[in-house]
Each structure stands twice: as structure tokens, then as C-alpha cells.
């Protein structure tokens, strides 16, 4: 990947979510974070698409992600719904993907704040996955109720896990 030069996307991306300078999108070749300041206050919403999306690749930690940009404005979209993965299939998804894990548990009852950013989650057949709070948001739950957890997927030490955005009750 170009590290020195701007880069250029030159076919529509749509957006699938933004959380400050994290803006997610995604197209038919796969799925990008953009991490910029200049943007945090931009209000993309899921669905948005841009054109012509500039700015240079980055790797942070094994996240490839575009900094740098240079964003066109949005022409609002039909809103993207996040891709339903497994549990076994988080190990291999792809970084920066918008998904959501069904039916899972968390393994203990917990409360995410700015402080307590990690949890466990687990399937029927009792395979886990880590849960990261990347984006510092406040959310509490028990252990005994499935849910659905909508995320993108991200990565520590080389080992992929769900950055939570939001969960729902099943």
C-alpha cells in the first residue's frame, strides 16, 4: 500500500458508520476506516455515500486505515445493514467490516464506561469473542438473554475483535 502518496477512490462508497474521526465505509471490494480529525463533526450518517474519497493509507497497529483526507460532501443513501457473521467467522472478517453477531451472551455482567472497555461474548457452541469499546460508550447487560451485537470489526495484537457500537435484546 501507498504510504507517501495521496490515494484516490474513485467509485461511491457508502458509509456505515461514524463515531468522531472513525468514519467507516464501505463499497463491492471491501470495507475502510477513515481516521480524521477534520471530520469528526461531519455527521455522516449510515447510508451516506461519497465520491472521490482522497487521503493516504496508513497502517496503525495492523489496521489499515486513510488518513490525511479529503472528503466530498455526502448525497444521502439508502442505509447499509450490517453483514450477520458468526462467532467463528470474526476470526477471519475482514477489518473495518460492518457486522453484527447474532444470538450470543456476554459471559459475565458488565458495564462498559470510558474506564472498562472489554468483554467476552459466546455462542450456542460456547466459541467466544472479544468485544472492545472502542468508541468509549456507555451500555450495561446481564449474561442470561441473547443478543445482537452490531460493531466493525477491528483488531488487537493480531487477533480480530467486535469494536461494540450498539446491542439489542433478542
Known sequence: ???ENEVVILNEVAVTYQNGANIYVRDNSGSLLIYDFDYQNAG?????RLVGV????????????MVDATLPAAKAGDAIAPRAISVADLATAQLSEYVVLNEV??????AFTAE?????V??????????YN???LTASWGTQTPVAIVGTVGAYKGDRQL???SHDMF
Open 134 to 136: 472502542q468508541y468509549k
Open 1 to 3: 500500500a501507498d504510504t
Open 105 to 110: 451472551k456476554f459471559t459475565e455482567v458488565f
Open 54 to 65: 482522497k487521503g493516504k493509507y496508513k497502517d496503525y497497529n495492523g489496521l489499515p486505515e
Open 116 to 120: 472498562n472497555r472489554n468483554a467476552t
Open 122 to 131: 459466546a455462542d450456542n457452541a460456547e466459541a467466544t469473542a472479544s468485544i
Open 44 to 48: 455522516y450518517v449510515n447510508g451516506d
Open 163 to 165: 469494536h461494540y457500537i
